[in-house]
Nanobody, 118 residues
Framework: QVQVVESGGGLVQSGGSMRLSCAQS????????TAWYRQAPAQERELVAR???????IYADSVKGRFTISRDSTKNTVYLQMNSLKPEDTAVYYC????????????WGQGTQVTVSS
């Protein structure tokens, strides 16, 4: 079992920056990837960024050049640095962990609200 806890959300003005953290604990061996998703009201949850165990990274087109995903293995934490925030970035952001151990397991955090005011 992997515990996933997000932090760092809040209210920021358009053009501002914010950093989200995804702390992982428990049986964290064999984690395949960690990703950030977001869900705005009345919208489907969408992938924002993903970092694989080997270091491969992908971003949604809407955040390329503005958001950066990174990992601190010493702290078992994945970060999402968000710059040049726009009102359309407003959403609940979720951390997702995929683990392989005799099968594929997916874990989600509780989510953290990010609100960008215009």
């Amino acid at each position: 079992q992997v515990q996933v806890v997000e932090s760092g959300g809040g209210l920021v003005q358009s053009g501002g920056s914010m950093r989200l953290s995804c702390a992982q604990s428990g049986s964290i061996s064999s984690i395949n990837s960690t990703a950030w998703y977001r869900q705005a009201p009345a919208q489907e949850r969408e992938l924002v960024a993903r970092i694989k165990h080997g270091g491969d990274i992908i971003y949604a087109d809407s955040v390329k050049g503005r958001f950066t995903i990174s990992r601190d293995s010493t702290k078992n934490t994945v970060y999402l640095q968000m710059n040049s925030l726009k009102p359309e970035d407003t959403a609940v952001y979720y951390c997702n962990v995929v683990q392989w151990r005799s099968g594929l397991y997916t874990y989600w955090g509780q989510g953290t609200q990010v609100t960008v005011s215009s």
